[in-house]
């Protein structure tokens, strides 16, 4: 048994896919002690009180009208400068591009700001101590973000290794969310055709690629699940996208790390929350063998996975 930090997850919805205190309760009871959510349209979640579970809100992202992301976008007629200086917490969410075409491989909905307007967001955000997290598709696209400062780059589908070597070298997190691509596969509305299907699988499979080239080269990786998303439902797919990386070729001790204390130190936020956890089982769900309740907050770089 090790005891360590609760899980962390750095990409979620608690507005979408149900009532937004219960999915937190259901983030809570599967052992997870803090999430960062990546989006509320127009500050839904504002003032909801999620305790025990810990919620970092990046509150509505930064989009451009008739863009992709009105859904959990800010749409005040109010300057770039008053929406970052409004968001609740130190990270700022910005979406990029839009989603992963499943007609055509490869394709992803269009770029909405240029290089100079992402590095004037990422500028104006750094003057006011906040960090960017930004939703991402394509390699070019993510390398605009890499190269404008991004602090994270969200899903990144298509993302090419040279551009993950940079990210290591720049100390840039990636949250790959290739759970929420794997489970369309289940597709249980029948949403998709065949020919959809047999995109969607190559999708994820090369983003499994892509995670273990950057586990390789020392980028950055997260835990974040677009939980929220179609399909993706909150808490248990924090396990699969998990167990996805295991397929990916990652071992157990580092994914634990990754999905514990390193979560905890990404979002800056002292560890309150302590569990238990069967290496041997992990990362299936029952891997939590005992959830120990705060006994006084140490900090994440003071924690670290201890044997009891
Ligand atoms: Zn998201």
């Given at each position: 048994?090790?005891?360590?930090?609760?899980?962390?997850?750095?990409?979620?919805?608690?507005?979408?896919?149900?009532?937004?205190?219960?999915?937190?309760?259901?983030?809570?009871d599967a052992g997870i002690g803090l999430v960062r959510d990546a989006g509320d349209?127009?500050?839904?979640?504002?003032?909801?009180?999620?305790?025990?579970?810990?919620?970092?809100?990046?509150?509505p992202a930064l989009f451009k009208p008739g863009y992709y992301g009105a859904f959990i976008g800010d749409r005040r007629q109010v300057d770039l400068e008053e929406k970052i200086v409004s968001t609740p917490a130190g990270f700022v969410k910005v979406l990029l591009t839009g989603l992963v075409s499943f007609d055509e491989y490869g394709v992803v909905g269009k770029t909405q700001w240029s290089a100079d307007e992402l590095e004037k967001i990422v500028v104006t955000?750094?003057?006011?101590?906040?960090?960017?997290?930004?939703?991402?598709?394509?390699?070019?696209?993510?390398?605009?973000?890499?190269?404008?400062?991004?602090?994270?780059?969200?899903?990144?589908?298509?993302?090419?290794?040279?551009?993950?070597?940079?990210?290591?070298?720049?100390?840039?997190?990636?949250?790959?969310t290739v759970a929420a691509m794997a489970n369309q596969l289940q597709d249980p509305d029948g949403r998709f055709s065949a020919v959809q299907l047999q995109i969607i699988e190559k999708n994820y499979r090369r983003q499994l690629e892509m995670i273990n080239f950057?586990?390789?080269?020392?980028?950055?990786?997260?835990?974040?699940?677009?939980?929220?998303?179609?399909?993706?439902?909150?808490?248990?797919?924090?396990?699969?996208?998990?167990?996805?990386?295991?397929?990916?070729?990652?071992?157990?001790?580092?994914?634990?790390?990754?999905?514990?204390?390193?979560?905890w130190e990404m979002l800056e936020v002292p560890v309150d929350r302590w569990i238990t956890v069967d290496l041997e089982r992990f990362p299936a769900s029952d891997c939590v063998t005992a959830a120990v309740e705060p006994v006084g907050a140490t900090t994440g770089s003071q924690g670290g996975i201890i044997l009891p």
């Open positions: 048994m090790l005891k360590c930090p609760a899980f962390v997850d750095t990409h979620l919805h608690l507005s979408l896919g149900g009532e937004p205190r219960e999915n937190a309760r259901r983030q809570y349209r127009d500050g839904c979640l504002e003032g909801l009180d999620f305790s025990p579970l810990q919620v970092v809100r990046t509150g955000a750094r003057r006011h101590g906040k960090k960017v997290m930004v939703h991402v598709n394509s390699d070019a696209a993510c390398r605009l973000a890499v190269e404008a400062g991004a602090h994270s780059l969200e899903h990144g589908y298509f993302i090419g290794r040279d551009t993950l070597k940079m990210m290591a070298d720049r100390r840039i997190y990636w949250t790959p950057a586990h390789e080269v020392g980028t950055p990786l997260t835990i974040g699940t677009d939980s929220g998303s179609y399909n993706v439902s909150h808490g248990r797919v924090f396990f699969q996208e998990l167990e996805l990386y295991r397929q990916a070729g990652i071992g157990r001790e580092d994914l634990l790390n990754m999905a514990t204390i390193a979560g």
